[in-house]
């Protein structure tokens, strides 16, 4: 086979040669030089620690606000300093720095990667169309070791107990909301608070002109986001770190002008002090002092871009000691003038480095808003991915970064978004109440899905794993409760878009799994297809049918819904499935599955296409070719195998290894660079098959050439378009679900025929309605 269809042969390895280009963020973490480890250390600044590094800019302006601005004594100044260095210190450098980023997903982090690593390891997927096969995936590769009495103990209750898996579904749903809500604040309070320095030096600038000019930048922000970060993204490094060397030095700077004692303060007694004196004042006020550590679940989530190692030395090396610096400072400056509470960042600016600290400070902000956009970005097509979230389109912004993406319908709404709450609240304190109820409540459930991964992946002592969870969880619920009460003043925030989107996404999940079940009772019998003999009952007319389904077994309903009303198909029919699986990456090489449905003369086929969540179908493939391809080696060496025709049923009585054994390891894409490449292998067809004497010796005569001549008749694509409804003795609240927010996110989402890319010319849909 490797000679008889040569063009696509070649077009389909050149392609494999650009796409490991593309997949290079998905390949295992191997033994690099410390040169690379280095770099990507530095490039991770620009990337990870934007967010995280313009801290400073409002974190003392929000934590002395309110009823604590009238303590002026240094007691308060150094109880919140030492606050702002334990919290750092414990939940940055050792939760995150020293546990969490030892827990990766085939090196990917985040919210999602924790789960899906929960689920690999435990019954607690809800995706449908889970197999048996795709545990043989590499990235889903696990160490098998025996589970402890408390890992099997959870395990079996959340396996027994589907309410238990939907409450953790929400719980992931509800952390992943609130980090979409960073993706709208982070812009609004970063590129305010660097604005507004300039108010310092130009006195009669108005406060709303101040508004009017960081409304411009995030215009300006948003509007160039198609084009994506890689013509910019090698900027992001050097300004990040010029930001941080400039904060660390005016930091040292203040301690030695104003308070070189500044040093007590990192003493735990002056928290305690703090607490003391200050009472309920003062344990509100936490809910500014966590605003130090946003950012750090970036440090995670990022953690599929560069490896742990890099992002461990950049943080320890540069970012966690110039941030301590740069809080010091400003406190030691406070220290000496109680009346700068709230405007201390720039007063305490030397006056003759004020203007570069504070253009570097407004680019360090923007870079910081565009790190939150794109992990918005990415967490919206995980979300897809998994069903939680309407279909949208997904725009690769670089041919050789496979993580650098664009969603129009997500980058305008943010845009919104970020410029209702600049123009609304108009003051980074109250940005900054929503701001920290936000973060703390991603950071809570980070550390709950830790405590999980600790007894059912690590397979530790439930002991450790509680202490985990009380440790850090106390920690973060103190600040949560703090930005509670801050509730109405800013922090509704979070929760008003939080419900929204959560509201959004669980209703989409319900119902596409509600359509699935719906598919899956109401398949077609395999025993009736098989009773029609091989025209199946039909007039089979020449061409190839591509029915796309949710099904990865049996004859959906939407094929008998179509034959009933038009009882003619297509010579070959291909039952085609695209499902996500729950691993981060799928390789080209193992995206496809293909088995016979029925026998040999029915000529009838399954095509599944699997994708890990972190994948993005890519628009431009040549599916037709490569489908047509992968077809013609399944029946050789479906022949060369001597076991006869590998149909679904054969392949369950051998375990599924001769599906994959025949179809997983060649099965590719064509690479969307290769256009002249595909369409030159679409005339190689039409030359072999018009009378090449090498086809007609090295191809099985009959199935092959059918395949063949069928593709060269042309391609159809079958959809079923369904409508789905409430029954009548549904409750109230499942009919507004239903009817009403289900049925409208249906009709403004991307269609499926979008998304998978269909020609409209080859296109039929068939209308359904099913009832939930």
Not at 102 to 124: K, M, P, Q, V
Request: proline share 3%; hydrophobic share 45%.
């Amino acid at each position: 086979m490797a000679y008889s269809l040569p063009p696509i042969r070649s077009f389909m390895g050149s392609m494999q040669m650009e796409s490991s280009v593309l997949d290079i963020n998905q390949c295992n973490v191997k033994r690099v030089s410390c040169t690379t480890v280095l770099t990507l250390a530095y490039q991770s600044l620009g990337v990870v620690y934007g967010d995280l590094s313009t801290s400073p800019l409002y974190v003392y302006k929000a934590t002395f606000s309110g009823k604590l601005s009238l303590h002026e004594n240094d007691e308060e100044i150094y109880g919140v300093l030492s606050f702002i260095f334990w919290t750092f210190t414990l939940l940055a450098l050792f939760k995150y720095i020293f546990i969490v980023m030892s827990t990766a997903d085939n090196g990917e982090g985040g919210t999602f990667a924790l789960y899906s690593l929960l689920c690999r390891h435990a019954r607690l997927s809800i995706l449908p169309n889970q197999q048996a096969i795709d545990q043989k995936l590499s990235a889903y590769a696990m160490e098998r070791s025996a589970d402890t009495r408390q890992s099997f103990a959870m395990k079996s209750v959340f396996e027994k107990h589907p309410k238990f898996r939907q409450g953790l579904l929400i719980f992931v749903l509800l952390g992943t909301c609130m980090a979409i809500g960073d993706g709208i604040l982070t812009p609004a309070i970063s590129v305010l608070s660097a604005v507004s320095g300039v108010q310092l030096k130009i006195t009669e600038l108005h406060e709303n002109h101040v508004v009017l000019i960081s409304c411009v930048i995030l215009v300006v922000l948003f509007s160039l986001q198609h084009h994506g970060t890689h013509r910019v993204a090698f900027m992001f490094a050097p300004i990040v770190t010029a930001w941080l060397l400039c904060i660390s030095s005016i930091g040292i700077y203040n301690i030695l002008r104003w308070n070189p004692h500044i040093f007590c303060a990192l003493s735990p007694t002056y928290m305690l002090k703090f607490l003391k004196s200050t009472g309920i004042e003062g344990w509100i006020s936490l809910g500014g002092v966590v605003l130090s550590i946003t950012g750090v679940e970036m440090m995670f989530a990022d953690l599929g871009h560069f490896s742990a190692l890099s992002i461990k030395i950049a943080f320890t090396v540069l970012v966690y000691p110039s941030l301590i610096l740069a809080y010091m400072g400003e406190a030691a400056f406070l220290s000496r003038h109680h009346e700068d509470l709230q405007g201390s960042f720039y007063k305490a600016i030397p006056e003759a480095v004020f203007w570069p600290v504070f253009i570097v400070a407004t680019f360090a902000a923007v870079v910081a808003s565009q790190a939150a956009i794109s992990a918005t970005f990415s967490i919206i097509s995980q979300c897809c991915a998994l069903n939680c979230f309407p279909r949208v389109k997904i725009v690769h912004t670089s041919r050789k970064i496979s993580g650098q993406i664009y969603i129009p319908e997500v980058n305008w709404m943010l845009m919104c978004l970020c410029l209702a709450v600049t123009i609304g609240l108009r003051d980074t304190n109250m940005m900054g109440h929503a701001y920290g109820l936000a973060v703390t409540t991603v950071m809570l459930v980070t550390t709950c899905l830790m405590a999980m991964v600790m007894i059912i992946v690590w397979k530790l002592q439930i002991f450790t794993a509680v202490a985990f969870l009380v440790f850090f969880g106390s920690m973060e619920l103190l600040y949560i409760s703090a930005s509670f009460c801050k509730v109405p003043e800013g922090g509704w925030i979070p929760l008003a878009l939080s419900l929204i989107f959560l509201t959004v996404m669980y209703v989409w999940n319900y119902g596409t799994l509600q359509k699935h079940q719906f598919d899956a009772e109401n398949k077609v019998s395999m025993n009736r297809i098989l009773r029609l003999g091989p025209s199946l009952g039909m007039v089979r007319v020449p061409g190839i049918g591509l029915i796309y389904t949710n099904l990865v077994t049996g004859v959906p309903a939407v094929f008998g819904h179509f034959v009933t009303n038009l009882p003619a198909f297509h010579q070959v029919l291909v039952f085609v499935c695209v499902k996500s699986v729950q691993v981060p990456y799928v390789c080209e090489k193992e995206r496809f599955l293909i088995s016979r449905v029925g026998r040999k003369e029915h000529s009838m086929f399954r095509c599944i296409v699997r994708y890990g969540y972190k994948n993005l179908q890519q628009e431009n493939y040549d599916f037709e070719n490569t489908l047509v391809s992968e077809l013609v080696q399944f029946v050789e060496k479906e022949k060369e195998s001597g076991l006869g025709p590998i149909t679904e049923e054969s392949s369950r009585e051998f375990g599924n290894l001769d599906i994959e054994a025949l179809d997983a390891s060649e099965l590719t894409f064509n690479d969307p660079s290769h256009e002249e490449n595909s369409v030159q292998s679409s005339h190689d067809i039409q030359v072999m098959k018009s009378g090449d004497e090498q086809l007609e010796n090295s191809l099985p005569k009959e199935e092959s050439l059918q395949i063949l001549k069928a593709r060269e008749s042309g391609l159809a694509y079958i959809l079923g378009h369904s409508h789905a409804k409430a029954k009548k003795s549904s409750s109230i609240i499942k009919q507004v679900a239903i009817d009403i927010v289900y049925a409208f996110l249906s009709r403004n989402c991307r269609g499926p025929d979008v998304v998978l890319n269909v020609p409209h010319a080859s296109l039929l849909e068939v209308g359904m309605i099913y009832y939930v």
